[in-house]
């Protein structure tokens, strides 16, 4: 079905531009991608990787150079191809595309660190949350800021940061079910905070949370 | 079309302005539009980009699913929304499902990763105003007649967005061709003028 192709070293398999319409299955040998975008590192592929996926399937030309690095030896797939292979096997299916999935998550981080200047902003994940919640908060969207407060919660922060987002969450709270949940959550931090060695401030803030619950039971 | 028995084991309902997840958290589910609009959106310095609004059929939330790892950006209903919510089970169900699922999936990544690549290539243009009308022109729709106007529909803020620019630079710069009479700038989308002229300056 699939053509093997050889690529002595040094040859170009394809240029950015030129027409899709095949992928490339390496069976042995290394191939360098290379993007025309600048700023953009080189990608090297190996054997059992995929080339031309992505401009294939999203009917576009090619978006990168492909160069053989060494000697390489690939299978020329077809779309038709690779349709038939996607809907008789579901592990190929899933294995393509969880391969798309990775170039679109390298893409989208290229994206953000190119909107926010170079600076990364690595925000730690409960860092994150937290910001996206008071974000949400500050916008008057409370249905949203609860969720990511509750979510920043499952984080499992520090007892006094935990204090802080069930202090905000239980203010966004309108179900009894879910006042109900921040309840058992305050309980809980209440315990933590007896045996801290910060008890007074600490059950001092237990406190105005359950007082912010009281009114709403 | 979703088949009903996927839709009753897997179907979830959002209302509008509801999160269907967040950035960071930790993904195990993706996401398959059966009805409505979703946004996909970054926040960042207490603004927020729009990366895509989603629509019937469309597909997301697929990286949290397969790869396992924490979500990228914030997925919001923007109206009433349903969607089959899969994990990595229910993702194999509807692969056997529907034959053509996993090549649909594949073919919407592709597209999406076209446009991450267009839009990666964009930000890495350094001048503002040829930033800015590349974007313009790349989301300019094609006229429903002939001589009829082109049109880009979005509004500048959303502009500025996709650009990752100031608000203020893109209104200046927008200004400037407004004043021209190449773009008219309309609340919700900004109509171009003079193609021709615009994409010359691409050419600079």
Redesign the interface.
């Known amino acids: 079905m699939a053509d093997d192709l050889l690529f002595q070293e040094n040859a170009v398999i394809y240029f950015e531009r030129d027409p899709s319409g095949s992928i490339f299955l390496i069976r042995a040998g290394k191939v360098e991608l290379t993007y025309e975008?600048?700023?953009?590192a080189p990608r090297v592929l190996g054997p059992g990787e995929i080339l031309g996926?992505?401009?294939?399937?999203?009917?576009?030309a090619r978006?990168e150079t492909a160069r053989a690095m060494t000697d390489v030896t690939a299978s020329k797939i077809s779309v038709e191809e690779?349709?038939f292979m996607?809907?008789?096997n579901?592990q190929?299916?899933?294995k393509?595309?969880?391969s798309?999935?990775?170039?679109?998550?390298m893409?989208?981080?290229?994206?953000?660190t190119?909107?926010?200047?170079g600076d990364t902003?690595a925000?730690g994940?409960g860092v994150?949350?937290k910001?996206?919640a008071e974000?949400f908060k500050?916008k008057g969207?409370n249905?949203?800021a609860r969720?990511?407060y509750g979510?920043y919660l499952?984080t499992d922060p520090d007892p006094m940061d935990a204090l802080d987002g069930a202090l905000q969450l239980g203010s966004l709270c309108e179900r009894d079910a879910e006042i109900q949940l921040a309840m058992e959550i305050y309980e809980m931090l209440a315990r933590e905070f007896a045996s801290d060695p910060r008890p007074k401030l600490a059950l001092t803030r237990v406190r105005q949370v359950l007082d912010t619950f009281g009114d709403r039971i | 079309m979703i088949p009903t028995p996927l839709l009753e084991k897997f179907g979830r309902v959002y209302a509008a302005g509801d999160l269907v997840f967040c950035e960071f958290e930790d993904g195990s589910e993706c996401f398959v539009v059966h009805s409505g609009e979703v946004s996909i959106i970054k926040i960042s310095g207490g603004s927020e980009k729009i990366l895509a609004i989603l629509k019937e059929g469309d597909i997301f939330g697929e990286m949290g699913v397969l790869e396992k790892k924490p979500r990228t950006a914030t997925a919001m209903a923007l109206t009433e929304l349903t969607v089959l919510a899969l994990d990595l089970r229910g993702l194999q169900a509807m692969v056997q499902a529907q034959p053509f699922f996993a090549f649909t999936l594949g073919k919407t990544l592709g597209r999406r990763i076209i446009q991450s690549f267009r839009h990666v290539s964009n930000l890495s243009i350094e001048n503002p105003r040829v930033r800015v009308v590349d974007m313009l022109l790349w989301k300019m729709e094609e006229p429903k007649e002939e001589g009829g106007l082109h049109v880009t529909p979005h509004s500048l803020a959303e502009i500025a967005d996709f650009v990752g620019l100031p608000f203020q630079e893109v209104e200046r710069v927008m200004k400037e061709y407004s004043d021209l009479g190449r773009v008219k700038i309309l609340a919700d989308k900004i109509v171009i003028s003079d193609v021709r002229s615009m994409k010359r300056l691409l050419k600079l």
């Open positions: 975008i600048p700023g953009s996926l992505a401009d294939s399937l999203g009917e576009h978006i690779l349709r996607l809907t008789n579901v190929i299916g899933l393509v595309v969880t798309l999935c990775g170039e679109l998550r893409l989208d981080e290229m994206i953000v190119r909107m926010r200047g902003d925000y994940k994150g949350l910001m996206i974000h500050q969207m249905r949203a969720y990511a979510k499952d």
